[in-house]
């Protein structure tokens, strides 16, 4: 019996130590200085094949859209731009239609930083799916020095 339960134990701690955190997205983060006084942050999504994200200006009842925040301490220059062309196309998941990205996802967001401020910090949130199946919303921290 004390075998059985020393096997069993092991067992359990081998199927948990395999098992991955599935993440089809990842994402990066830059800043880069312009010729003004201006800064351009840039968070970029590398999207797994037969994945989605969805873009900020997605519609109501359908997926979550990408949301930045932005930490005070900077003074935002518009809104965040979406760089990469988005897709346009009815969802079988939400039956609407949908603004997506597939394969890499650009987003850009020009700033002046506040006096003595050295980096650029918040959030961003965003769900993605394929065909079949959506991940819930996740939000993913950034603090980018510049």
């Known amino acids: 019996m004390r075998t ?4 069993s134990i092991f067992s359990l701690f081998g199927t948990f130590s395999s098992a991955q955190i599935f993440k089809p997205i990842n994402w990066s983060f830059e800043v880069n200085q312009n010729k003004d006084d201006t800064y351009t942050f840039t968070a970029t999504a590398k999207i797994d094949e037969n994945w989605v994200v969805y873009s900020q200006h997605t519609g109501e009842g359908g997926p979550i859209p990408l949301e930045f925040t932005y930490d005070d301490g900077i003074a935002k220059i518009g809104e965040t731009e979406e760089i990469s062309p988005a897709i346009k196309k009815m969802s079988k998941l939400f039956e609407m239609e949908v603004i997506q990205f597939k394969n890499e996802a650009v987003f850009t967001q020009k700033f002046i930083p506040n006096k003595g401020q050295s980096s650029i910090k918040g959030y961003l949130t965003f ?5 079949n199946k959506c991940l819930p919303p996740t939000d993913v921290d950034f603090d980018v020095a510049f």
């Open 4 to 7: 059985f339960l020393i096997v």
């Open 127 to 131: 769900m993605c799916c394929d065909s």
